[in-house]
């Protein structure tokens, strides 16, 4: 049996970090489940599929190959693209992508049969919700849209990736918008889940928090 941790909340909300931390100290493998939509998103770019699209849309997505490596690295039908998925070009689709059903039907599908058999610890959108309703522990990350944007502005600088703060706050906005009003699942807190709000606490007081209700829930 396996056991399952989702992680949901906004982006910028700290749940790549924190949910690779805490994978990393508590032994669980480390499913994002963003990076999927992402692949998507990158497949489509690269065979020229627009979102109207739905004959070619379907082929692709029948054909699409996603792999998460235990180390982190995506890998779309063979090809590591672990970078090419954090790109522009990539984050203005994989919004208005994801709320496609066909794209998420089978994005269900292909998280499930990754986490089979694992101890995981799944972040993203809507596990909570709908892809584990029933997961050993849910938590929902917070920040206000403020936090989050100053958040990604230093990741992307990281990243080596130059962005304006009013142009990345913009972005989350829209982004949150987007994600939370669309018709099926919805970015929303499942009602079992524990809130974090992380917006006055640093990464280490998150991941302690975190590790606590994991370890609670555990015995
Ligand atoms: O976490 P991220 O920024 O990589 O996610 C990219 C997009 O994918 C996000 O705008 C919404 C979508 N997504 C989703 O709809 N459901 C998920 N479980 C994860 C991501």
Redesign the pocket.
Known sequence: MSFIVAIDGP?GSG??TITKIVGEKLNLVNI????T??CVALNMIQKNVSMNDEENLEKLLKEIDIEIKTNGKIYLNGEDVTKRIRENDVNSL??PI?VIPMV?NRLLEIQRKIAKGKDVIM?????GTV?FPNADVKIYLDATAEERAKRRVLQNKENGIASSYNEVLAGIKD?DK??STRKI?P?KRAEDAIYVDTTNMNIENVVKEIVNIIKDKKN
């Open positions: 982006a749940k790549g994002d489940t963003g990076a939509f992402r994989v919004s994801s998420r972040e993203g959108r809507d596990i892809v982004r987007r994600d699942a970015l």
